[in-house]
């Protein structure tokens, strides 16, 4: 069964700084792999995917993430924090022959000013 | 733009009691998914329909039941609410296929007293 493990329920960065959130999956097969953000009441919004193309992904606010099939991780970084940033992240997967799609615990983002 | 919306952002029930959460979408989208989150556990699959008046299980679904009469609309029922159920629900649909994104509704925090 496939699962992933985001490192670090608590992720504190100052403003400007390099934003590193880690999430390790455990798959036998090449999974799809997700990575979301939710602000403050709201529901789930998708920051990017990896499909199978490209193993560096670009997504929305300037986020990105590698795939590392040797490391079995897909860590979302992104170069210079803003306040906005601030939000819980999750990481999710599903493989190619399941609809299920399973999430990490979450890592709550703060950004310091 | 895909949207996902839930019937209640906020909900306060008394233990016992019948509890309706309706989520709807815009999109014409085949699949929908309740979801339960708590802290420092994700999210977790309660109940997931494939298309209209098809069900399946999740990880959680003692307790829940679903109904999906439309295909834009997804209920999720607390058959008789526990203070246990008191979370965040939160609904989401996708087009069917494993590399697709779910898109998510606002969420609905429901409180058992």
């Known amino acids: 069964a496939q699962s992933v493990t985001q490192l670090g329920s608590h992720v504190s960065v100052s403003e400007g700084a390099l934003v590193l959130l880690r999430c390790n999956y455990s798959?036998?097969?090449?999974?799809?792999l997700f990575w979301y953000v939710q602000y403050p009441n709201q529901g789930l919004q998708l920051l990017l995917k990896?499909?199978?193309?490209?193993?560096l992904v670009k997504g929305i606010n300037g986020f990105e993430a590698e795939f590392k099939k040797s490391e079995t991780s897909f860590h979302l970084t992104k170069p210079s924090a803003h306040m906005s940033d601030a939000a819980e992240y999750f990481c999710?997967?599903?493989?190619?022959?399941?609809?299920?799609?399973?999430f990490g615990a979450g890592t709550r983002l703060t950004v310091k000013p | 733009d895909v949207k996902v919306t839930q019937s209640s952002r906020y909900l306060v029930k008394r233990t016992g009691e019948k509890v309706f959460l309706e989520c709807v979408q815009d999109?014409?989208?085949?699949?929908m998914f309740w979801y339960r989150q708590d802290p420092g556990l994700g999210l977790r699959l309660i109940y997931f329909?494939?298309?209209?008046?098809?069900?399946e299980k999740g990880d959680i679904p003692e307790g829940y039941s679903v109904s999906r009469e439309k295909k834009e609309r997804f209920s999720l029922i607390l058959e008789s609410a526990s203070t246990n159920q008191t979370s965040m629900y939160l609904c989401?649909?996708?087009?069917?296929?494993?590399?697709?994104?779910?898109?998510f509704g606002p969420g609905t925090r429901l409180t058992v007293t």
């Open positions: 329909s494939y298309d209209v008046k098809m069900k």
């Open positions: 798959s036998s097969v090449p999974p799809y």
């Open positions: 999710a997967v599903t493989l190619y022959n399941n609809n299920d799609m399973r």
């Open positions: 999109m014409d989208h085949e699949n």
């Open positions: 990896y499909t199978s193309a490209a193993t």
């Open positions: 989401a649909s996708r087009v069917p296929g494993q590399a697709k994104e779910q898109y």
